[in-house]
């Protein structure tokens, strides 16, 4: 792993144990309710994929970057197989424990989605990729990469940051007492941002705002057809009182 990856990967593992939202798993009130009803996925905080997304796709899945119990249970309760790629340990582990707790096999890969994905051509129906492409420097690798493993009809699901909510400091989100100013220039590089003396913590890891070009267009470069969008906004967050903070498109790899 590179030492952005190897860095990140630690912060989510911090993030693991003070049990941010993201990391805490499908409990099993929550799982046995998820087998009664249609399947709810989730790319960005507040929305749910729509059904016709992914729905007659196949049942192999790979949940891309989308370890924490979350989309793999849910995708398990409903007959899918499901892989999971993810470089944090510990939300990997959030993952079996549900399937031990549960009962069901899942494939589970310790793997950096910024090197070659560890996976034959074509080897997936769908792929789920909730919001984690701004941990990482070059998503046109991460699109080129996911395109490949796909079979021809397959599709990719991605949820994605707005880059503006990197133009204004992240304490900003949350509190009255930090004004919502714009500071920084997009796209946003902790990595360049380190370079001119900012310290990088596990209290962030390191983020990358990402532009236009590069989420929608790094896709369409990749040989994919767009064929859906979604915006998306979290709750109590301030600046989401001024636009909506998540994006989310369905890509299809053409026949
Ligand atoms: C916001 S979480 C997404 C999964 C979570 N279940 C959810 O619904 O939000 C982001 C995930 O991306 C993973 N991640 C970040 N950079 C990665 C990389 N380079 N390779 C693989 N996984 C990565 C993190 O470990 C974390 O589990």
């Known amino acids: 792993m590179n030492k ?12 693991s144990q003070e049990d941010f939202v993201w990391t805490v798993p499908l409990s099993a009130e929550k799982y046995a309710q998820a ?7 989730i790319l960005t905080p507040m929305k749910k994929a729509p059904l016709w997304w992914f729905e007659g796709l196949g049942k192999r899945v790979l949940g891309l970057a989308s370890g924490g ?4 249970p849910e995708l398990t309760a409903h007959g899918y197989e499901v892989t999971i790629l993810d470089m944090s340990t510990r939300q990997l582990q959030a993952d079996a424990l549900v399937a031990r707790r549960e009962g069901y096999p899942i494939d589970l890969v310790k793997a950096d989605m910024t090197n070659p994905f560890p996976f034959a051509d074509a080897s997936f129906d769908f792929i789920v990729h909730p919001v984690a492409n701004c941990y990482v420097e070059d998503i046109e690798h991460v699109w080129r990469e996911a395109f490949r493993v796909l079979r021809p ?8 940051t707005n880059p503006i909510m990197y133009m204004v400091d992240e304490e900003a989100f949350y509190s009255d007492e930090v004004p919502l100013e714009i500071k920084h220039a997009l796209p946003y590089n902790s990595r360049h941002e380190e370079q001119k003396g900012l310290e990088i913590t596990t209290g962030s890891g390191y983020q990358f705002s990402h532009t236009l070009d590069t989420q929608i267009g790094g896709q369409l470069r990749a040989g994919f057809q767009l064929k859906d969008f979604y915006e998306d906004n979290e709750e109590d967050n301030r600046l989401g009182q001024y636009c909506s903070l998540y994006a989310a498109t369905l890509a299809v790899k053409p026949q």
């Open 153 to 160: 009809g397959g599709a990719l699901m991605s949820g994605w």
């Open 35 to 41: 087998k009664e009803r249609e399947t709810e996925l």
């Open 4 to 15: 952005i990856s190897n860095f990140n990967a630690k912060t989510w593992d911090q993030w």
């Open 69 to 72: 119990g979350q989309q793999g």
